[in-house]
C-alpha cells in the first residue's frame, strides 16, 4: 500500500499525541501524589518505585501477575526493577491509593512495632461505616488497648475456652463422619460453613441454626463491600454491605439484649457471657456497640483464615505422604496418652505446630497488612513516608525471601528446627500491638481439626497438579476437590 502525502503526517501526528497522552498519563500520579522536594526532610528521599497510571495505579499488573505468582509480581514490580537501589523499601499506587511497601523484617518491625503504632502510623482498614466505629480494627490509642484487653481475656478465659473446644471436638467429629459419608467434598464449600458455625458456636453458643445461615449470608456481603470502592447507590457492592451490616448489628443487638436480660440464668459459659460481665479498670461495662463491632470484627477476620489454613493443611499434607504419617503418628501418641487435646499445651503436639507454621509461612491468607502515615517527618533510615499515604507491610516478601527461609517454595515443616527465624522474619498473624488476638484460637481449633483428621481419617487429591489463584486469597482453583474415607 502506497501512503499518500496527508496520510504520513497525520500517523506522525496520531503516534506524537499516542506519545504526550502516555508520558503525561504515567506522571500525573507523580505530580499529584508526590510532596514537594522541601516538604521531604533534609537528608531523606522517597524510596524507588512508580505510582503508575491515574486511578488505577498498579493494580493491572498486580492483579495478573500476583494472581497466579505474587513472587513473579514482585519480582517484576520491584526486584529486577530498582536493582541498583534494592533495600526492601519501595512506593507504589495500589487499591486506590499511593503507598510505601516495606519487605524486610527491620522495616516491618518499624511499621507494626509498638514505638510507631498509634503515633507514626495508625491502623489501615477501611470504613468504620462497615466495620463500626468501635472495632479494634479501627480504633487508636488507649480504646484500643481496652478492646484488645478486654476481647483477649474473653477468649483465653480457660472456662469458656475449655467449653468452646470441646463444643468445637464434638461438631468436627460430626462434620468429618458425614464428609466421609458424602466421600467426595470440595474442601472450600464444606469449610467455609464450618468455621464460619465454629466462631459463632464459641462466641454466642449458635451454630447451624436458620440465623446462623443469616448471618454468613449478611457476612459475605459485607466482605463484598470491603474490597469495593465506597458508591453507596443501589446495585452497588458497598450499598449492598452498608445493609448487610445493619441487618447482622440488628442480629447481634437482639442476641446481645436477650443475653443482658437473662442475666446469670443464661449461663452459656461461651465468650459472650464473659464480654456482657467484663467490666474495665474504671468498671463500665462494654457496651452493645462495642461488643457487636468486636464480634462481626472477629466474625470477618477469623473464619476465612482459620479455612483456609485447614484447606492447605489437608492439600498439603494429601501431596506430602512422611509429612501425614509423622503427624498421624503423633497424634496416635498424644490419643493414646490423653483423653482430648482441648488444652492449651502446645508442648503436647510439636510437630503439629511445626506443620502449621510452614502451612501459614506459604499460603497465608494475609500476604500483607496496611497502616496510614499519620505523622510529617516520618522516615526510616532515610526513606520519607508521606503523611497520609498507606504502608503495605509485606509479611509473605520475608516469607519467602530464600535468605530467611532456604528453597522457600518447598514445603518443609522441619525448616522451622533447622533454621528457626529470627525476630521480624516470620509474622503469620502480623506484629506489635495490633498482633491478632484470635491466633491462639485459630491454632488450636486447627490442631482439633488435624487431629480427629488424621486419627481417623485417608484423603487424596481429585487434581493434585491444581494450579492456585493467590486473589483474594490462595486456594486451588478447583477450591480443592478430595476423595475422603475413614481409614
Ligand atoms: C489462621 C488464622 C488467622 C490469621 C492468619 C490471622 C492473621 C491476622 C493478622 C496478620 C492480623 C494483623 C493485622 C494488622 O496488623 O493490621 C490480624 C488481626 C486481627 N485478627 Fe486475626 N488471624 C487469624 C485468625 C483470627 C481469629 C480466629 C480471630 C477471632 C477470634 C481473629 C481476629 C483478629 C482481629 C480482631 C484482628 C485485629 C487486631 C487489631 O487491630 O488490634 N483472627 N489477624
Redesign the pocket.
Known amino acids: 500500500m502506497e501512503w499518500s502525502g496527508s496520510t504520513i503526517p497525520l500517523a506522525a501526528v496520531v503516534a506524537a499525541v499516542v506519545v504526550v497522552v502516555t508520558w503525561v498519563s504515567k506522571k500525573a500520579n507523580e505530580w499529584w501524589y508526590l510532596p514537594s522536594p522541601s516538604a521531604i526532610p533534609p537528608g531523606c528521599k522517597l524510596p524507588p518505585g512508580s505510582l503508575g497510571w491515574p486511578v488505577i495505579g498498579d493494580m493491572l499488573s498486580f492483579v495478573g501477575l500476583f494472581r497466579r505468582d505474587p513472587e513473579a509480581y514482585f519480582r517484576k514490580a520491584f526486584l529486577s526493577r530498582y536493582k541498583g537501589e534494592n533495600k526492601g523499601i519501595y512506593k507504589a499506587h495500589l487499591f486506590g491509593v499511593p503507598c510505601i511497601i516495606t519487605c524486610s523484617a527491620e522495616m516491618n518491625k518499624f511499621v ?1 512495632g509498638p514505638q510507631a503504632e498509634g503515633t507514626a502510623f495508625t ?3 477501611p470504613s468504620p461505616n462497615l466495620l463500626g466505629a468501635d ?4 480504633v487508636e490509642g488507649v480504646q ?1 488497648k481496652r ?2 484487653k478486654l ?1 483477649a481475656e474473653a ?1 483465653s478465659q480457660p472456662s469458656a475456652l475449655k467449653k468452646a473446644l470441646l463444643r468445637l471436638e464434638k461438631r468436627f467429629t460430626s462434620t468429618l463422619a458425614e464428609w466421609a459419608e458424602e466421600k467426595n467434598i470440595n474442601l472450600r464449600a464444606k469449610l467455609k460453613d464450618v468455621t464460619f458455625d465454629d ?1 459463632c458456636d ?2 454466642f453458643s449458635k451454630s447451624s441454626d436458620p440465623l446462623v445461615k443469616k448471618m454468613a449470608s449478611f457476612t459475605q456481603g459485607l466482605i463484598g463491600g470491603l474490597r469495593a470502592y465506597p458508591i453507596n447507590i443501589p446495585g452497588f457492592s458497598y450499598h449492598k454491605a452498608l445493609q448487610c451490616r445493619k441487618s447482622l448489628t440488628d442480629i447481634m443487638f437482639s442476641i446481645i439484649e436477650h443475653r443482658r436480660r437473662a442475666g446469670s440464668k443464661a449461663e452459656e459459659d461461651d465468650f459472650l457471657d464473659v464480654l456482657v460481665k467484663t467490666q474495665d479498670e474504671q468498671g463500665n461495662y462494654l457496651t452493645n456497640s462495642e461488643i457487636t463491632d ?1 464480634i462481626i ?7 476465612e ?2 479455612s ?2 485447614i484447606l492447605w493443611t489437608m492439600v498439603l499434607l494429601a501431596k506430602n505422604p512422611l509429612v501425614w504419617s509423622k503427624l498421624r503418628n503423633e497424634h496416635l501418641l498424644l490419643q493414646s496418652q490423653t483423653d482430648g487435646i482441648w488444652s492449651g499445651d502446645f508442648k503436647q503436639t510439636p510437630y503439629t505446630n511445626l506443620v502449621l507454621n510452614e502451612v ?1 509461612r506459604l499460603l ?3 500476604p500483607f ?3 496510614t502515615v499519620e505523622q510529617e517527618g516520618v522516615n526510616y533510615q532515610g526513606y520519607y513516608f508521606p503523611k497520609g499515604w498507606k504502608v503495605v ?1 509485606w ?1 509473605r516478601a520475608s516469607h519467602m525471601n530464600p535468605t530467611y527461609f532456604v528453597d522457600p517454595h518447598n514445603f518443609n515443616p522441619d525448616r522451622f528446627l533447622a533454621q528457626p527465624p529470627r525476630s521480624g522474619q516470620y ?13 491462639m ?3 488450636l ?2 490442631r482439633l481439626f488435624i487431629h480427629i483428621l488424621v486419627t481417623k481419617y485417608k484423603w487424596k487429591l481429585v487434581n493434585p497438579n491444581a494450579k492456585v489463584t493467590y486473589l483474594p486469597h490462595p486456594k486451588p482453583i478447583d477450591g480443592g476437590d478430595i476423595v475422603f474415607e475413614p481409614l
Open positions: 507494626l491502623a489501615g482498614w472495632c479494634m480494627g479501627i484500643h478492646m484488645r476481647l477468649i466462631i464459641a462466641f468486636n470484627a472477629s466474625l470477618l477476620a477469623g473464619h483464615s482459620t483456609y489454613t501459614l497465608n491468607v494475609s497488612v496496611f497502616r507491610a509479611l509474622m503469620p498473624f502480623g506484629y506489635g500491638p495490633r498482633v491478632c488476638p484470635g491466633n484460637l485459630a491454632l481449633s486447627s
